[in-house]
């Protein structure tokens, strides 16, 4: 095995997943599975990378090609219900998990990854609805730290499970096996004085798969209405638009208002703080909506100049020119995230 290359290439992509370089490890493993297609620990550290590299959806792909060529292992059962997990498909995830306990039933992280599929149901927080549910998560983590008395992730798994059910005495005790197997573990510190002070557990945030994609589009959208819309209000304005001339700009703003409104709308009002938190964490996502924003707000500023004062075209045209802006930078963003995609 020392000389097997693929063996040595898994190896030191497991080492930089565990020093923070989960993407290297990425680029690494992408060849070798290229070149043995059939070996399945190979697609399964793919996907283990790709979880550490945070792309579930990736994840999920190599998980499968593993799970399609049938070797009867727990690990591509396992890092699918990872994946599918992350990608907020709980149902799924459950049996898959389910499919890696029975692949295995002595690997205590197929019971982890059982215990987290249920937790990401929603099973433990309405455990009066789900009582079985909330059971099998309980007995889940249980067996796993049993399999794996020296490891954190099981007690702290069984932690977060009993103060999302209220029991806080059970809670303290596993976090605090779970600090003492890990003492330099800050969040597990901060989860057991959490636990002590008997503060719920905050509700996890909705998981928004490929929310990126879908603000570029609806963005590409707004941009190019606001860019043709204004582009059409300076030409047609030429020479000295009149005051009447207004009502034109009042109809574009009221269409972008309700391709904005028609967007929001759809979005359920718990998943709406993910999309700004998204907005604000892509620098390039939110320099395309500052600049579509400014360009809004001119076209505001004009239509209401061009009420008062007839004849004013200037500010429309910077509107036009702030909007162009925001469709090279909106083009920019949207090759960008198609090329994460393909990562």
């Not at 799970?67 to 994946?83: D, F, M, N, Y």
């Not at 149902?91 to 599929?117: G, N, Q, T, Y």
């Not at 204004?230 to 047609?236: K, N, Q, T």
Request: charged letters at 20%; glycine letters at 6%.
């Amino acid at each position: 095995m020392a000389d097997d290359p693929v063996a040595m290439a898994m190896q030191q992509a497991a080492e930089l997943c565990r020093s923070g370089k989960a993407a290297k490890a990425v680029r690494l493993l992408r060849p070798v599975v290229a070149q043995t297609p059939t070996d399945v620990d190979a697609w399964c550290a793919l996907s283990a990378a790709y979880l550490a590299d945070d792309q579930p959806k990736k994840a999920l792909e190599s998980a499968q090609h593993a799970v399609i060529l049938g070797s009867g292992k727990e690990g591509p059962h396992r890092l699918a219900a990872c994946a599918l997990t992350q990608l907020g498909r709980s149902a799924e995830a459950v049996a898959a998990a389910d499919s890696a306990v029975r692949a295995d039933p002595f690997e205590w992280r197929c019971h982890i990854a059982l215990a987290e599929a249920l937790i990401g149901s929603g099973a433990v927080e309405r455990v009066r609805h789900s009582e079985d549910d909330a059971k099998r998560a309980l007995i889940a983590a249980h067996r796993a730290s049993e399999l794996a008395p020296t490891e954190s992730r099981p007690f702290e798994v069984l932690g977060e499970i009993a103060s999302r059910a209220h029991r806080w005495d059970v809670a303290e005790q596993a976090l605090l096996t779970a600090v003492q197997l890990n003492p330099g573990s800050e969040h597990l510190r901060e989860e057991l004085a959490r636990v002590r002070r008997g503060a719920p557990e905050p509700e996890p945030e909705p998981v928004v798969p490929d929310a990126e994609p879908v603000l570029w589009d609806v963005l590409w959208r707004l941009v190019v209405l606001q860019g043709v819309g204004s582009l059409a209000l300076v030409i047609g304005g030429l020479p000295r638009p009149g005051s009447g001339y207004a009502l034109f700009g009042v109809v574009l703003l009221a269409v972008l208002a309700a391709v904005v409104w028609r967007f929001v709308s759809k979005v359920p009002a718990v998943v709406r703080p993910g999309l700004v938190r998204l907005v604000r964490a892509r620098k390039l996502l939110l320099l395309a909506v500052g600049l579509f924003a400014l360009g809004t707000l001119l076209l505001v500023l004009w239509t209401l100049t061009l009420a008062v004062w007839p004849g004013a075209l200037q500010t429309a045209v910077v509107a036009c020119v702030v909007t162009f802006l925001a469709g090279a930078v909106v083009l920019a963003g949207r090759r960008l995230a198609r090329w994460r995609g393909r990562m």
